[in-house]
């Protein structure tokens, strides 16, 4: 079982930077992949940014350019880091780890970016 919790959410304006941590309750050295994924108001989650155990990355269209994942092992915990953000960006954000087969998430974490 891996628990992930999120932080560093909040209010920005757009524009704005921020930076999401998600920390893992087991080492992700091994972890096959991390994400983060968002869910906006009335629409369907949605992948923002993946990395792997080697630190290959893959990211959405949409924020590709202004957002950068990262993962430092040593603190078992994985970055997002949101530049330029604009209104659409605002949505809960989510961590998730793929480790033996399983799926784990967080519960989240709140971004508003405001106009």
């Known amino acids: 079982q891996v628990h992930l919790v999120e932080s560093g959410g909040g209010l920005v304006q757009t524009g704005g930077p921020l930076r999401l941590s998600c920390a893992a309750s087991?080492?992700?050295?091994?972890?096959?992949?991390m994400g983060w994924y968002r869910r906006a108001p009335g629409k369907e989650r949605e992948l923002v940014a993946y990395?792997?155990?080697?630190?290959?990355?893959n990211y959405a269209d949409s924020v590709k350019g202004r957002f950068t994942i990262s993962r430092d092992n040593a603190k078992n915990t994985i970055y997002l880091q949101m530049n330029s953000l604009k209104p659409e960006d605002t949505a809960v954000y989510y961590c998730?780890?793929?480790?033996?087969?399983?799926?784990?998430w967080g519960q989240g974490t709140q971004v508003t970016v405001s106009s």
């Open positions: 998730r780890a793929l480790s033996g087969g399983n799926l784990y």
């Open positions: 990395i792997t155990s080697t630190s290959n990355t």
């Open positions: 087991e080492s992700i050295f091994s972890i096959n992949g």
